[in-house]
Structures are given as C-alpha cells and as structure tokens.
C-alpha cells in the first residue's frame, strides 16, 4: 500500500549554527539504534534513508536565495531517477529483475535522502544519536525499526565553500513504528530440538545496510574543514 505522507522542511538558525528538521518522513534501512559498518569500509555508522514528497525535496535543493536550503545531498525519485551506475535507484516492483532488490512500491511519488553518522566524531568523541518516542521517551533498544516507519530527524549543519548545507543527524522522533524484519527470518523453529529462537537482536546487529541501496560517497558527510571549538559536541 502506497503511503500517502505530507513532509515538511524547517530550518532554524541559532547563531553560527543551522539546525535542520525533516518532519514526517519515510525511513528505510534505519540502522539508528546501533551503528553498522559503512560500504566498502571497516568504519561504522548511523544510517538510514528518508523518503520526503516533491514540495520539500524542492525546498531541500533550492539555493538559499531562492528561499531553499541547498542540502548537500542528492535526492532520488522513487521509480524515475537513476544512479551513478544509471540503474533506478530506488526501484518499484515491475522494475525489479531476477527478484533481486527491495521494491519501494510503498513511497512511490516520494524522493529518497540517504545520511549517516559516524560512530566517532572528528576529535574522537563518541557520536550521539538519540532515538525518542512522540512523548520524547527514549526508544526501546530492542524495539527494532523496520522499513516504512515514519519519523521526524532533527540535524545539525554547516555550511560548506559553495553555501551548501552539510548535515548529520543528532535526533529522530518515530512517529508510527512499523517492526524490523531480517531477511533471514527473525524467529525460527527447529523441529530437531523441539524449540523457537528469537533471532531479531542477533540478525539486527549482524545484518549491514544493504549494499545496493547504500551511496558509494558516504564518507563525503565527514567533516572537511575546522569548525567551533565546541561545535562537533552537538552531534
């Protein structure tokens, strides 16, 4: 089933620092509560992707003075834009070949935004990323997100050398919470020992984003240039 979801993209400005909020967005491959290993890398990361309808991925690549935000990020359309490898990169069903691949029938129309956080800061600090309920309560760590959930992220940015806005995320408020379901199959029966085995956690912390779906250039979120003393401590 389709979602049909109304985003919204707010910027606000505290002094040298941009904050970005995301309202109501789409996720998919939301590895939020524990971080994963990076493509092609031995680093680690929160990851995941946000899917925000047409309005706010606009707003998101407008330049500032045309009232944007010029996200440095690239914004895919479900079912229409391609990759660098010129494959759609978020495909719907009937453009799936050989069944390999997720269809992403249910935010078609939508526009996909991947971001990460490193596990590590530039100065080495653990990262914080805070998972919260609609209350603010924090989310449970066994109460796995899955794809389809709907959330509101909170950032922290800088401007780079070309007024674009660098993001990572510091925040994620789940709004409808839709259950993590490994590919391998979370809770199995084994008729040989007569028992049922709860994989969920173990698949979670084992299983990496999937590669098909993960932009190659990541890593460009790391910091390139020396910002406030204090600055990296939001995130």
């Not at 047409?54 to 010029?70: H, Q, Y």
């Not at 079912?79 to 269809?103: A, W």
Request: aromatic residues 10%; hydrophobic residues 30%; glycine residues 6%.
């Amino acid at each position: 089933m389709t979602k049909n979801v109304k985003t919204e993209a707010i910027l606000k400005t505290e002094g040298k620092n941009e904050f970005l909020y995301l309202k109501n967005v789409v996720l998919f491959y939301p590895s939020i509560l524990s971080v994963n290993k990076k493509y092609q890398s031995d680093e680690k990361a929160y990851q995941f992707t946000a899917f925000v309808d047409t309005e706010t991925r606009e707003k998101l690549e407008l330049p500032v003075d045309e009232g944007g935000i010029a996200l440095n990020k690239e914004c895919k359309e479900v079912g229409k834009d391609r990759d660098k490898k010129r494959k759609i990169k978020y495909p719907l069903e009937k453009q799936i070949k050989d069944g390999k691949g997720i269809p992403y029938d249910s935010v078609k129309g939508m526009h996909g935004i991947q971001f990460a956080l490193n596990e590590y800061t530039k100065k080495g600090k653990k990262s914080i990323l805070k998972v919260v309920d609609s209350q603010g309560k924090a989310w449970p760590k066994d109460k796995l997100v899955g794809n389809g959930s709907t959330a509101s992220v909170k950032f922290f940015g800088y401007r780079n050398q070309d007024d674009q806005l660098v993001v990572f995320p510091n925040l994620i408020v789940i709004h409808e919470h839709v259950p993590y379901e490994s590919n391998g199959g979370s809770v199995q029966e084994d008729d040989v020992l007569g028992i049922t085995v709860d994989y969920t956690e173990d698949f979670a912390e084992r299983d990496e984003v999937d590669n098909s779906d993960v932009d190659e250039n990541l890593d460009n979120d790391d910091v390139p240039f020396e910002v406030d003393e204090d600055d990296d401590d939001v995130y």
